[in-house]
């Protein structure tokens, strides 16, 4: 169906309105709504563009410059479905007229003299075509595309090509190539953000602003090669190194993921964990590869942010997924430390390379059996089903993971919550350079901070909820035991299974729980009880309510925009590169393709459910009860 003719010069004198789905031209006699026939005004999810909310198109009209006329008329004729054929563009007139042969709809644009603006000559004819009838639309180029998603790209980096797509559709009636979609939103994330070149140019001057804001905090980088090609980044706060020396358990997770943007590299970080069990971040790294050499940096910075020979360090616990390079590190940097396997990924790989559902149940139960007698029971449960799992602990000595075995202060922490993290923030800041995915996480961590000191100045229990909720458990089963107190601080505790001895003074029971855990357990609870104690009090004091909130009282303090940034060569860069040199991109670039996706599986952080055992067949999925088996 043809269009009908349309006075331009009538309808552009008045001002141009995007809704949410069509384009009106607001007149004092009538209005025009032109609008996607197979789109809603209900349509969700909407594609946010510019607002032109007053083109004016009239005689005498005027524009800063004839790129905004260019813009200008380019918006209208996608909104109005016809195209432009541009027949000047020069430094002084900028003229136009429809592509359609024998339509009259001409305009020129000329610059004022003396000044920079452009203002409309003429604009004559109205348009007797029938315009565009198909999707595709010559107006519609990758800087229009740009210009359309940039607000939809400042909410939602991770805005996929395919739905630039569809929105496009839906809200202007214009197809665009899958191609165009993803270079208008590389053009309107170089807008935004600057490109990935420019992020790496502007990290010395990144990290003498967050030493300058946030005094001592660590932060450096480094280039290699004659061509200053990036290397490696470091950062941690002080925020972040005050809390973890002075309040955290002496526990620290460490592990590193794959960045999937323009260049590759590696993000490792190492973290604590609060008095909660929430996530503590203390350092995080770039690096351009994982190498043996990188994770001995990596453990280098640490060493030196935590002084390991000061009085407020004691001996650390490092949980990993021990890779071969950062075994050797930490050996190097922390000999003294106990460097032991994240439980998730041994249990993950015995999984894996036996796939039977009774040895897993049983290597679970072997895992968390607190004394040696109880775990070299289970094993020799697992070998009498398969020989072949004593290989595999050879591979995996259970020194270094099993409950009963390590040697290391885990506090009932056995798995590495920053995995999750990482790869949250690898998914999360892939389409941003490089200074903007570290301010990401720097806010992230502000906004942590922010909320869990409110949360503790909440709380009036004298331990956190998590550690509470452990004693009154504890409490519970206490009055199950029969106590017999040997002297003031040690005391038999008898029940039908076995007797356990408990010595508050040193916090320890023969069942090992409380020095594992850190909380009284139900036998110490049940000593603490008979001599008239709080048993809260007992517990170790970085579960206690004051600890949280120590952690968490240091600021983050924000970092200005990079406007007011110095130049290169105005500051100094506090080791690392020097700051007037420029960094360039490392070498390891992304190849062409789609990368692939590696997220951790959830139902791997749970420990599974536990598979029944008949007594009398010995076969497994249901009990001795329903057993269809004769006797």
Not at 44 to 66: C, H, K, R, Y
Not at 198 to 206: D, H, I, N, R
Not at 454 to 482: I, T
């Amino acid at each position: 169906m043809a269009h009908q003719p349309i006075s331009m010069v009538d309808i552009h004198s008045l001002p141009l309105v995007y809704t949410d789905c069509s384009v009106t031209l607001d007149h004092p006699d009538h209005s025009v709504t032109l609008a996607s026939a197979d789109h809603a005004t209900d349509q969700p999810n909407s594609l946010v563009t510019p607002a032109l909310t007053s083109i004016p198109l009239a005689v005498g009209q005027e524009f800063p410059d004839v790129e905004t006329c260019r813009r200008t008329l380019k918006d209208a004729a996608i909104a109005l479905h016809f195209d432009l054929r541009i027949v000047k563009s020069d430094r002084s007139r900028f003229i136009a007229k429809c592509s359609k042969e024998g339509c009259p709809w001409r305009i020129h644009v000329a610059k004022c003299p003396g000044v920079p603006t452009f203002s409309i000559r003429t604009l004559q004819g109205e348009h007797t075509c029938e315009g565009v009838q198909n999707l595709h639309h010559q107006q519609a180029s990758v800087g229009w595309v740009a210009r359309s998603v940039e607000a939809r790209v400042r909410d939602n980096p991770q805005y996929k090509p395919k739905e630039i797509l569809q929105d496009i559709r839906d809200l202007h009636g214009v197809s665009v190539s899958y191609m165009q979609a993803w270079r208008g939103k590389e053009r309107s994330m170089a807008a935004l953000h600057g490109t990935f070149e420019e992020g790496y140019q502007l990290l010395p001057a990144y990290c003498e602003q967050i030493r300058k804001t946030n005094p001592g905090s660590s932060a450096s980088v480094f280039a290699i090669g004659p061509d200053n090609c990036f290397h490696r980044l470091f950062v941690s706060f002080r925020a972040s190194i005050y809390g973890f020396i002075n309040v955290c358990r002496p526990l620290l997770e460490i592990d590193r993921v794959d960045l999937k943007g323009k260049y590759l590299g590696s993000l490792f970080c190492a973290a604590a964990v609060d008095a909660d069990d929430s996530l503590f971040p203390l350092a995080v790294a770039v690096v351009d590869s994982e190498t043996d050499e990188n994770w001995m940096w990596f453990m280098s910075e640490l060493r030196k942010l935590l002084g390991v020979n000061t009085e407020n360090m004691p001996r650390l616990t490092i949980l990993s997924k021990r890779h071969r390079g950062l075994v050797e590190a930490v050996e190097t940097h922390f000999p003294s430390s106990f460097h032991g396997f994240c439980l998730r990924y041994v249990s993950e790989n015995f999984r894996d390379t036996f796939k039977n559902t009774k040895l897993v149940n049983i290597f679970w139960i072997a895992v968390y059996a607190l004394t040696v007698a109880e775990f070299e029971s289970k094993i020799s449960e697992m070998v009498e089903i398969s020989q072949d799992v004593i290989p595999w602990f050879q591979s995996f000595p259970p020194q270094l993971w099993a409950v009963a075995y390590f040697e290391g202060v885990r506090y009932g922490h056995f798995t590495l919550g920053i995995t999750e993290q990482l790869y949250s923030w690898a998914h999360e800041c892939h389409e941003l350079p490089i200074v903007q995915m570290m301010e990401h996480i720097r806010q992230q961590l502000v906004s942590w901070f922010d909320q869990r000191r409110n949360v503790g100045m909440r709380w009036a229990s004298v331990l956190v909820p998590s550690a509470e909720k452990r004693v009154l458990e504890a409490v519970a089963d206490a009055h199950c035991y029969q106590v017999l107190r040997a002297n003031e601080v040690e005391f038999e505790i008898v029940s039908t299974e076995r007797t356990n001895i408990v010595d508050i003074r040193t916090r320890v029971c023969s069942c090992r729980r409380w020095q594992i855990y850190g909380v009284p357990c139900a036998h110490a609870a049940a000593a603490l009880i008979s001599c008239g104690h709080n048993v809260q009090l007992f517990a170790e004091p970085c579960f206690t309510v004051t600890s949280y909130r120590e952690t968490y009282s240091q600021a983050i303090n924000p970092i200005p925009s990079r406007n007011f940034w110095k130049g290169p060569g105005e500051g100094t860069n506090g080791g690392g590169a020097k700051a007037d040199i420029t960094i360039l991109p490392p070498k390891t670039r992304r190849p062409p393709g789609r990368p692939k996706k590696k997220v951790p599986r959830a139902e791997s952080t749970k420990r599974p459910k536990r598979v029944v055992q008949c007594g009398r067949c010995h076969l497994l999925g249901h009990s001795q009860k329903k057993c269809t088996l004769s006797v």
